[in-house]
């Protein structure tokens, strides 16, 4: 529900240039676990490849990332966009035919190890084992499903730290504008296009920023958010936010309510059909309701879609007579359901701030509540 204003669309920094690593940089086989060898440099655009697990992170290597995928049993693991780890035990069938592509495109420096390459825009190196199986994992469901989906909506006149909120469970930030907060070194960073306004920069300054994706506008189905009609919303992304997937950027929808016709899902309808052509690799969604009845319904009628979903709010929509054990008791009943469900790949509780609510994940002092001790558990 945030508002939008100047400061989103204020530029932080200069153009980052991309690091690129000489091909004999790339892991070989020797470096890797035994029985794991170097499948090839594969496109990945639109459906991804490996799609049964992943996680995004600043350390991540070829190696760190067969490590992460064989420990969850899967016996392919793929690195992308230097900071992005893969896993599968087959390819999408969903993504199509798997093409090849010329090693020197995945040449992108790994985040975890400068000397290694980690893919490219739209290019992940893949590593395969050769057992049919690997090491039976007695990590949980919901452990799988949650690695890394946890994010931080955080507003950009939140003068907070985000390290405070640095755990195994929290993997993301967001702050509803096309510049990275200033004070987030933690975090991989997600530029969000609020409404048509500074559309123009989105490229040069999620570029900049070093933004792993771009999430679309934001409630333009609600006249008090971006308020954008389908059709416009569609003309706009189709023009400047869908070419970008070419850049290597992953893309999202706009972010739409649960509210009813013509808001919400038929809202999303709507811009689907208006935006031929447009390509988007997740669902974004907004829920504000009663409990958690209505929340997993919502969700589960956006499955719809045949899309990774990405929540990137909720909260109670009766937020101002709601109390902290309001919120401590659904809380974890959301976020249990969100890490057992394959379909939402990433997700963000609304409540990364002080604002003296029940919802609120950090104190006055700049500590986390119990709230925020739950979110990072």
């Known amino acids: 529900m945030r508002t939008n204003n100047a400061y989103f669309l204020a530029t932080i920094g200069a153009l980052v240039s991309a690091n690129v690593v000489p091909q004999m940089g790339r892991a070989v086989a020797g470096t890797l676990p035994a029985g794991w060898s170097y499948v090839g440099c594969k496109v990945d655009v639109g459906n991804r490849i490996l799609s049964a697990a992943n996680e995004v992170s600043a350390s991540n290597t070829p190696q760190t990332c067969v490590a992460f995928c064989s420990g969850q049993g899967y016996i392919m693991a793929g690195v992308e966009f230097?900071?992005?780890?893969w896993c599968g035990s087959s390819y999408n069938p969903v993504a199509g035919p798997v093409q090849s592509a010329a090693d020197s495109d995945c040449s992108s420096a790994c985040t975890g190890d400068s000397a290694q390459t980690c893919g490219g825009a739209s290019r992940i190196q893949v590593y395969q084992s050769s057992g049919s199986s690997t090491t039976t994992s007695t990590t949980t469901t919901a452990t799988l499903t949650a690695t890394r989906q946890r994010g931080l909506a955080w507003p950009s006149d939140n003068n907070f730290d985000p390290a405070i909120f640095k755990s195994p469970k929290v993997g993301w930030l967001y702050n509803w504008g096309q510049n990275n907060s200033p004070r987030n070194t933690e975090f991989p960073f997600y530029a969000m296009q609020w409404n048509a306004d500074g559309i123009g920069s989105l490229a040069t300054n999620a570029k900049a920023a070093n933004a792993v994706g771009i999430l679309g506008f934001n409630e333009p189905d609600l006249s008090s958010q971006a308020n954008m009609s389908p059709e416009d919303a569609a003309s706009y992304y189709s023009q400047y936010i869908s070419p970008l997937s070419a850049k290597g950027f992953?893309?999202?929808?706009?972010?739409?309510?649960n509210g009813g016709p013509p808001t919400g899902l038929a809202w999303l309808d709507a811009f689907l059909a208006a935006c031929t052509g447009c390509a988007y690799d997740y669902i974004a969604l907004h829920w504000y309701g009663g409990w958690i009845d209505d929340f997993t319904e919502f969700i589960d009628s956006a499955k719809k879609y045949n899309k990774p979903i990405y929540l990137t709010e909720f909260g109670l929509a009766w937020d101002a007579q709601a109390q902290a054990s309001n919120y401590e008791e659904f809380?974890?009943?959301?976020?249990?359901?969100?890490?057992?469900?394959?379909?939402?790949?990433?997700?963000?509780?609304?409540?990364?701030?002080?604002s003296g609510t029940g919802k609120d994940m950090i104190a006055a002092n700049g500590t986390?509540?119990?709230?925020?001790?739950?979110?990072t558990s």
Not at 250 to 257: C, E, G, H
Not at 368 to 375: F, K, P, R, S
């Open 82 to 85: 230097s900071q992005e780890c």
């Open 250 to 257: 992953k893309l999202t929808t706009p972010a739409v309510t």
């Open 331 to 354: 809380l974890p009943l959301a976020l249990s359901y969100l890490d057992s469900e394959p379909a939402v790949a990433k997700y963000a509780f609304f409540g990364a701030f002080y």
């Open 368 to 375: 986390l509540t119990a709230l925020g001790q739950i979110y």
